[in-house]
């Protein structure tokens, strides 16, 4: 029976010291009319071997693409220590640090990430993850609505990834939270400061600002935050963490800096695999720390004054305040944290800048390529950082598929999600792209085009 | 000692990022940051050294016995981790053509449609990336069911007394009022509390059966027809699904929507505190309101359902397809079980409860709901060790570390007071519960003999009891280099 190690005599064993005759007899409390029989719809089991022979030629049925797609999941070259020591069955297989004595290396290993984070978006304290950068900007919206008390308003760009925009809405919306989408400059592709100090935006909790944004630009994120505290509003930055190496944090826009920095932290050691297990990370100056969501670990000392850490603030949380609590989340993504703390400590400072710089460079040398073929320019003048939009001269969807068939997953279509953009197309080009696959992706566009 | 101690400054893992710096940038000076990062720079042998060390000191499921209440410690396959992390598998990007996942797809499509099997439910979601996100989906759905017939004047969500802390703290999300309701002296809710808690404000009752006291609600069926009469949705808590997986469908039961923890009852990986991954499943009525996205086939092909498909659908709840690798090992995981080995899970879980109860009884120990059942698991109370010793179900249970055991689920339910709950998954073998059985027993007797030396507990992990209080009062939440 697989991963059942009772033997015949241990079940008789069992049985004689209960008092019972049968298995079926330990059910006899559930009313027999509710009992299923036979379950029908699920197959006879597999041997490992049998299994494995299953998902590899799955495996090998998707195959490998030269992946040119980000949009919010991006591919990075993730050192091999990462994932051999996080599936360590001592990280893998262990459970939520409740008993801290026993938990040590996770809670260590938690504190350190959450130091890690605080450090690269600027803020004071991290906490120790969320489900993914969605869910994470959600919680911000509701952080931020709690901590604001008078009003009930979110503004948020449509520069920001759009899944994200309807996860926020999908969350927040229980709440009678309103959520104000504030349109983008079509010439420039970033929310424009003007435009909204000359709005009558007056009476919101946040205001959302992206960096980069979904279409790759960088928007004018110092002007953009003081702006919210001049109207008394919290600043929320949704950052990606490797571009944060290059980039001014968020703690740091503006003169006051923003008050929350979320975000996906798939890029940090995490790969894409399908949309998940990724993870959501979430950091704030120190006097929202107790409206945040989510686990939060402290350093302490223990009897003899050894230092030690606990799951701690945990005053704000489901299973000490049940309906009072900051947020119902209970399980986060503590895996996916341990593989990023790992990665973050392997590339280190100097390391995270240089993927940064030449994800950044990539892909300018890609745009730079691309725009010399006849029927393709930039969507939009703004600087980027690692991806950028492209408008074509033929439907996005044909190009797409004829790259599909040299092996290259082109990018993303802007068309869906904006229709005002025509034939735009995302692309990102990170470090892991050699020359020759940037002049392999420009050959390949030439043609679809021509 | 912190991964930043090791650090020193210049040092660089040169195989592990481009060579060197890039030539080409257009980042506009004003924008460039200029503060430190304070990430360590540590080599990486010395980063690889410092992780393992830190993986051991902690308690796993490969290395010690979970008994943990309502958490489902059990083995968890590595043929699970193993084939899902196969190079195709974890380098397909979430936003790939559709005809370049299909063999991905027919996995989460197949793992959908045996999850309906086994629950009895018309449509299952996978998208939800942990129970409580599950239980959030699932409350979120029962108010758009409402809301769709235009009633908008069901405010309340129902909650017995012994439910996890995430089934009020969500319906608290959810825009929701929380009615507790109370439990009987056997352990099942008070079916009279009940009838008098529901009325025209009841949206929903959120039950987890069998309950987190390790007992069967008998009443299930009343429950149900009580709150479908006063025209409410019954929602069920897949906390314990392992308990009676195979034996009893929650849509049976009456149940509207219900969400499986996979990080229980199909054996994913608890990671330390996640990833957790919880699919919903609905009833025919709520099959609208479903979140997306969801796989359907068409002839030999998979392609997602989207909003397209499902106008009235209450949206997406996360980026991509929730915890896309989770789903993965869940369903390797059924497919190494099949269908004899679905029925055995709650037999088993069940019959290591009960062997577990009894033998705990013989040797002392006070069961909270003696008449009944276990479920997969059960209660014990220290009330009596701690008026007359003092000792208290915290201090057995930290010495129960000691002794190479993680602690069983303390203080919940907090209804039954100095609470064990205890839990032995279907993976724990006779030997393994036999031994447990002598420490605790061994532990009755150091009650009586040294108590001190037991309140004192633990004396020989790598840290002694932490001071929780100094932890909340001077929050020590980041390293700082000065510090």
Request: proline fraction near 6%; include cysteine.
């Amino acid at each position: 029976m697989p991963f059942i190690p009772h033997t015949k005599e241990d079940v008789a064993e069992m049985l004689t010291s209960i008092g019972a005759k049968t298995i079926e007899e330990l059910f006899d409390e559930i009313p027999k009319e509710l009992i299923s029989g036979e379950l029908t719809g699920v197959p006879p089991g597999l041997s490992e071997m049998e299994i494995a022979r299953l998902m590899m030629e799955r495996a090998t049925q998707d195959g490998f693409y030269q992946n040119f797609i980000g949009a919010g999941a991006y591919e990075h070259h993730i050192p091999a220590a990462v994932w051999q020591i996080t599936t360590r069955g001592e990280f893998y297989s262990s459970y939520t640090p409740y008993q801290a004595e026993a938990s040590q290396g996770t809670l260590q290993l938690l504190y350190e990430y959450q130091s890690m984070m605080a450090s690269l978006t600027g803020m004071d304290v991290s906490n120790a993850s969320m489900y993914d950068g969605a869910t994470a900007l959600a919680e911000a919206a509701l952080m931020a609505v709690r901590s604001h008390k008078t009003s009930r308003r979110i503004l948020i760009p449509q520069t920001v990834h759009p899944v994200y925009r309807q996860v926020v809405r999908a969350i927040v919306s229980n709440q009678k939270i309103e959520v104000v989408e504030l349109p983008y400059c079509t010439e420039c592709g970033q929310i424009l400061p003007e435009s909204l100090a000359n709005s009558n935006h007056e009476d919101f909790a946040a205001l959302v600002i992206p960096q980069p944004n979904f279409f790759g630009v960088l928007e004018q994120v110092d002007a953009l935050t003081d702006w919210a505290h001049s109207k008394n509003a919290f600043a929320i930055g949704v950052v990606n963490p490797t571009a944060l190496a290059l980039l001014t944090p968020p703690g740091e826009w503006g003169s006051k800096g923003a008050d929350i920095a979320v975000g996906e932290g798939q890029p940090l050691g995490i790969p894409l695999s399908s949309g998940g297990p990724y993870f959501g990370f979430m950091a704030c100056k120190s006097e929202l720390v107790r409206q945040m969501p989510g686990r939060i670990i402290g350093r302490t000392t223990d009897l003899d004054n050894k230092e030690g850490f606990v799951l701690t603030l945990q005053a704000r949380e489901q299973h000490i305040r049940r309906s009072k609590a900051t947020s119902n989340i209970c399980t986060n993504q503590g895996l996916m944290v341990t593989a990023a703390t790992i990665f973050m400590s392997l590339v280190g400072p100097e390391g995270l800048r240089r993927v940064a710089a030449q994800s950044h460079a990539n892909t300018l040398e890609l745009v730079e390529q691309l725009v010399k073929i006849k029927g393709v320019e930039r969507a939009f003048s703004g600087p980027v950082f690692h991806e950028a939009a492209l408008t074509l001269s033929k439907p996005v969807v044909d190009v797409l598929s004829k790259l599909k068939q040299k092996g290259i997953l082109g990018g993303y279509s802007l068309q869906e999600q904006y229709p005002e953009l025509g034939n735009t197309l995302l692309v990102c080009a990170t470090e892991t792209k050699t020359e020759s696959d940037l002049q392999n992706y420009a050959a390949a566009m030439q043609q679809a085009l021509g | 000692m912190l991964i930043f101690e090791h650090s020193r400054p210049g040092r660089l893992n040169y195989s592990q990022s481009p060579a060197k710096p890039a030539s080409k940038s257009a980042i506009p000076q004003n924008l460039l940051r200029k503060s430190k990062v304070l990430l360590p720079e540590v080599s990486e042998m010395d980063t690889v050294r410092h992780f393992t060390r830190l993986s051991q000191k902690n308690f796993s499921i490969d290395t010690e016995f979970y008994p943990l209440g309502s958490c489902t410690m059990k083995y968890n396959p590595r043929a699970c981790n193993s084939l899902a992390m196969l190079p195709q598998f974890i380098s397909r990007h979430p936003l790939a053509p559709e005809d370049t996942g299909q063999g991905y797809l027919a996995c989460m499509y197949e793992l959908q449609e045996i999850l309906k099997a086994v629950t009895g439910m018309a449509a299952v979601s996978l998208t939800p990336m942990a129970g409580a996100q599950g239980e959030l989906i699932g409350v979120m759905m029962i108010r758009a069911y409402h809301e769709s017939r235009g009633d908008f004047d069901r405010t309340e969500i129902i909650v017995p007394d012994a439910a996890h802390g995430t089934n009020p703290a969500t319906a608290v999300m959810c825009g929701f009022k929380v009615v507790e309701i109370a439990t009987d002296k056997d352990g099942n809710v008070d079916l009279d509390a009940l009838k008098a808690a529901v009325g025209p404000k009841t949206a929903g009752l959120m039950l987890t059966n069998p309950s987190t006291l390790g007992v069967f609600e008998k009443n299930v069926a009343e429950m149900s027809r009580v709150v479908h009469q006063a025209g409410g949705l019954l929602y069920y808590d897949g906390a314990n699904l392992n308990a009676v997986l195979g034996k009893v469908k929650p849509g049976d039961m009456g149940f509207d929507v219900i969400h499986i923890n996979l990080h229980k009852t199909f054996s994913t990986p608890h990671g330390g505190g996640g990833p957790g991954s919880a699919p919903v499943g609905v009833a025919e009525r709520l099959l609208p309101f479903i979140p997306i996205p969801i796989v359907a086939k068409e002839g030999d092909t998979y392609r997602w359902i989207t909003e397209k498909d499902k106008p009235q659908s209450i949206g997406r709840l996360s980026a991509h397809m929730g915890n896309a690798g989770v789903l993965l090992r869940a369903y390797i995981y059924v497919r190494l079980l099949g269908l004899d080995g679905m029925h055995r899970i709650s037999e088993f879980a069940t019959l290591n409860a009960n062997y577990l109860m009894a033998e705990l009884r013989k040797v002392g120990f006070e069961i909270a709901y003696p008449n009944r059942r276990a479920s997969h698991e059960f209660i014990v109370t220290l009330k009596d060790i701690k008026d007359k010793t003092g000792v208290t179900a915290m201090n057995l249970a930290k010495r129960l570390l000691d002794k190479g055991y993680h602690a069983p689920t303390t203080y919940f339910p907090l209804l039954v007071p100095e609470c064990l709950l205890i839990e032995p998954a279907e993976t724990e073998s006779k030997e393994t519960l036999d031994a447990f059985v002598s420490s605790m027993k061994e532990i009755l007797q150091e009650i009586e003999t040294q108590p001190d030396m037991v309140k004192g507990a633990p004396h020989t992990m790598p840290v002694r009891k932490l001071d929780d209080v100094k932890a909340a009062r001077e929050p020590d939440l980041a390293w700082k280099p000065d510090a």
